[in-house]
């Protein structure tokens, strides 16, 4: 009777077993499918590479920087720099008001002749973003559209055909950003030319690893269609591409470049180079990119 019953108990303990088992896999399973693994940094593509060309002074090289035909637009938190290309002169600018409601210029691009920057509150709570525009042949401010309160910190715009891609970023801190969201909250919104929200995109969590606390200062679309991203201040330009399905973008390289993160943008005039900045020592680094061919 005694040997029955432990067999009685072993058999239970092993069904037991079975089922603990099938629910531990089943539940890995489906947490592999919900947040698909990300290559190793150090294992992603390294045929893009970076060289830099050469360096500008530019007092407003805090932010970021835009570009055209021939200039460039070094932006700071108040104030914009327009310098010649050619050899860096800077021939125009514009700055705000003493008591100017102008806070925090992010980032900015140039189309049809404006100058169209992120714009928001940082580090103000909550968080109010706009797009601020400026004529570059005057460098006045000509117009402004508010988003309002927004999902975080606007901090770049990337166009795309008919489409606006805005990233809110999130910071974990405790002097900026809305409380019990971090970095991991940023997302990249989608809109339409009239800036209504037609659907948007998260990024890795390996890659936003990278950013904490901070998050990402810079965005555009370049060579191949990818959408390039920088964090706030690390020496990386990161690749990434939609995903096929979902709304994580998709991580495809990590290029080392001499910018220390922060906005930068494409030259209109050659797809290979970039534009960006190092804000501790305020110049913007002419860098081109050498963009692998596809297979």
Known sequence: ?????????????????????GVTVGRTTASESNNPKTP????????????????????????????????FYAIANRQIGKYRKNDGQ?????????????????????????????????????????????????MKHVSSYSLGMGPGSLTWIAEREELRYACFANYASKTSGTPGHDSTFTQVLCYDKQWRSVGGYGFPKELVKLFHPSSSSGGCFGAGGFLYITGHDAKELYVLDFPKSGSIFRWIAVIPVPISGQAFAWDPTNETILYGIDRKTKEV???????????
């Open 1 to 21: 009777m005694l040997q029955k019953k432990s067999l009685s108990i072993l058999a239970l303990l092993f069904v037991l077993l079975v089922f603990i088992v």
């Open 40 to 71: 190793n940094p150090n294992t992603l593509n390294s045929d893009w590479k970076s060289r830099e060309i050469r360096r500008f002074p530019a007092a407003e090289a805090v932010q970021g920087v835009a570009v055209d035909g021939e200039f």
């Open 90 to 138: 800077r021939i125009d600018g514009w700055k705000d008001t003493k008591d100017g409601e102008f806070i925090h210029l992010n980032s900015g691009f140039v189309r049809d002749g404006q100058l169209i920057c992120s714009h928001s509150n940082f580090p103000g709570v909550p968080m109010f973003s706009s797009v601020e525009i400026f004529d570059t042949s005057t």
């Open 285 to 295: 680094i002419v860098v081109e990119i050498t963009i692998p061919p596809k297979n």
